[in-house]
């Protein structure tokens, strides 16, 4: 086991030279796209390629054999009918911050980098929604709403492309009030493997019901890439918080920490945020990011309304904290305190990487845990081997958030989070009881990997939506799929 994870580390390193169908393209194909978007707009230099075959994943750079820069619509449609009539792969791109190697190409292909349509259009103030192209970024549409009162709260921590986040199906931190990605998605514009553009909710419609048809949107929300090319996105927006405080309350145990959690919730307290964090990822964000916060498992809160209603929102929670032991709340008024806090729970992610330098078989790209799972969870350790410094379970750092589940989730009420090692491994056969087997991605040989998904990181079983199978990789394919193309 020693040996996987090190050869598992050090293929995070490199890239895959070759592949599948890499190094195949014809050159008329070549050639062809360079018609389409100009020869500046097309490279199949190695360093490009590689800089496209990786995301911020554990899995190997996959590079794809070409990669192009569309700047509209019109010209993905055209590519995309390129690629489908030669039988070649198709990877959308934009920022690369996945967690699911997604955007690996591990049958080769073009990679269509969609960071130069980066307009914001059709924004209506008072429908409460904003039309976006892949080049935008989260941060950078909060930006342009600044003077509107407006923001869009969806917060997965890094600076993600929007229609990125749609594919994907992103929450984050806020998704506990304002939901996730499909809560906040009215209309796609999608280039389909053929070329043609479909728009799921109708042309220029931003609609927020749908009681009439195929509610094509939700379809598309979360598909990874793997039934189109999302080239506008439709969102929903919110009203700017009047006013905004954020917490941190320690706790004696994890079991203490995620029963205020539930009740909180019970209780009816439109908290904003609500993250979870154990001892140990408490002291890796500590190093990491400069803090000086009490090492044991914690939560992070935050609360958004009028001064009158935040003052009787904490009070509440002040209340429900104390009754499961947890410690007085440490307050972030400031818009600064709360930016160092938030940020610090966004990097989490390296900070856990950073306890095993040189070494990206870290943390998992999310894993979810039920409330009564993660109940069950805290009573992991003393089963593992009782204290954690003393058992095989020293090495896990667990960061999670209440939120709304998704719908490969099998059980309502999630709280999801991420974990390392894996529960379901057979080094830890007795946290694998504890938790179900459908509630981790990773990538041991077990029934656990049930999320859809993309590139190196999933499964998709989409043979019978896109039996072409250029959005498909050939890891993923169902039988019937293989047939198809033999």
């Not at 209780?267 to 964000?285: K, Q, S």
């Not at 990997?449 to 039996?467: F, H, Y």
Request: with cysteine; charged share 15%.
């Amino acid at each position: 086991m020693a040996l996987q994870r090190l050869c598992r580390g050090v293929g995070a390193l490199g890239c895959r030279r070759s592949s599948g169908l890499q190094g195949q393209l014809p050159g008329e194909l070549v050639e062809a796209l360079r018609a389409v978007v100009g020869s500046q707009n097309v490279s199949t230099a190695l360093a490009v390629r590689e800089q496209h075959g990786r995301d911020e994943s554990m899995h190997r750079c996959s590079p794809p054999d070409a990669v192009v820069w569309p700047q509209d619509v019109e010209q993905v449609s055209k590519l995309a009918g390129i690629c489908y009539s030669h039988s070649v792969p198709i990877i959308p791109f934009s920022t690369g911050t996945g967690l699911e190697g997604g955007i690996t190409a591990v049958r080769g292909g073009v990679c269509f980098n969609l960071t130069r349509m980066d307009r914001i259009t059709a924004l209506s103030t008072e429908d409460f929604t904003v039309a976006v192209e892949p080049g935008v970024t989260r941060k950078a549409l909060n930006n342009y709403l600044r003077d509107t009162g407006l923001w869009f709260p969806v917060d997965p921590g890094a600076d993600a492309s929007l229609c990125g986040m749609a594919a994907t199906s992103a929450s984050g931190t806020n998704a506990v009030r304002y939901g996730t990605m499909r809560h906040n998605v009215i209309n796609l514009q999608v280039v389909l493997a053929d070329g043609r553009v479909l728009h799921t909710a109708g042309r220029g419609r931003h609609f927020r019901k749908s009681a009439a048809g195929y509610n094509l949107t939700g379809l598309f929300v979360g598909s990874e890439g793997t039934l189109g090319l999302i080239t506008q996105a439709t969102l929903r927006l919110h009203g700017s918080p009047e006013a905004t405080v954020a917490a941190v309350c320690a706790f004696p145990s994890v079991h203490a920490a995620v029963g205020c959690t539930v009740q909180v919730l019970q209780a009816g307290i439109p908290v904003a945020r609500i993250e979870f964090l154990d001892d140990v990822m408490m002291a890796a964000c500590n190093r990491f990011s400069g803090l000086s916060y009490t090492v044991s498992p914690t939560l992070f809160l935050e609360f958004h309304g009028s001064p009158s209603s935040l003052e009787e929102q904490v009070q509440q929670a002040e209340e429900i904290v104390q009754l499961n032991g947890g410690s007085d709340f440490a307050w972030a008024r400031d818009l600064e305190a709360r930016n160092k806090l938030w940020a610090a729970r966004h990097n989490a992610w390296y900070a856990a990487l950073a306890l095993r330098p040189g070494s990206k078989t870290g943390p998992g790209p999310g894993r979810n845990l039920y409330r009564r799972a993660w109940h069950r969870a805290g009573q992991a350790p003393s089963a593992a081997g009782g204290d954690r410094g003393a058992g095989a379970y020293h090495h896990e750092a667990d960061q999670g958030h209440a939120g709304p589940q998704e719908p490969h989730e099998p059980w309502e009420g999630a709280v999801s989070g991420i974990s390392h090692p894996c529960p379901a491994s057979p080094e830890h056969p007795a946290l694998a009881r504890q938790v179900p087997s459908q509630a981790c991605s990773c990538h041991s040989p077990s029934p656990c990997r049930q999320r859809l998904g993309a590139g190196a990181g999933g499964s998709p079983q989409v043979s019978a939506l896109e039996p072409s199978g250029l959005f498909v990789p050939r890891e993923g394919r169902t039988r019937s799929t293989r047939r198809q193309q033999a």
